[in-house]
């Protein structure tokens, strides 16, 4: 399982472990990934994410899944996203 947000693509970052001596490490920055299971209206039903909190927050600010699928870049999005993407697409386009 890779340590990047499904919706926006945060990953790893690399930095430096730095002593009082102030010599220097390498170390990573792990992105804070939850597993979470957000609520779509269009479909009616639950998809399940492995997301970064900050996009947990972006999600909610958005108005929900479907706001956020939205306006989400595809480039961005992993392949489970973009599907979810193109079915709520999909879902809204039969509904109006």
Do not use: Y
């Not at 919706?7 to 001596?21: E, I, Q």
């Not at 390498?26 to 009616?44: H, K, W, Y």
């Not at 970064?52 to 939205?70: K, N």
Request: aromatic fraction near 4%; proline fraction near 2%; hydrophobic fraction near 40%.
């Amino acid at each position: 399982m890779s340590r990047r947000c499904e919706l926006t693509g945060k990953g790893p970052m690399t930095g430096n472990n730095v002593s009082h001596a102030k010599n220097r490490t390498r170390r990573r920055f792990l992105p804070n990934l939850n597993d979470v299971t957000l609520q779509s209206e269009a479909l009616g039903r639950g998809v399940k994410f492995r997301i970064s909190a900050a996009a947990l927050r972006t999600v909610d600010h958005r108005g929900g899944l479907d706001g956020f699928m939205a306006k989400a870049k595809d480039d961005e999005l992993s392949d489970n996203a973009l599907k979810v993407k193109k079915e709520i697409a999909k879902a809204l386009a039969v509904s109006a």
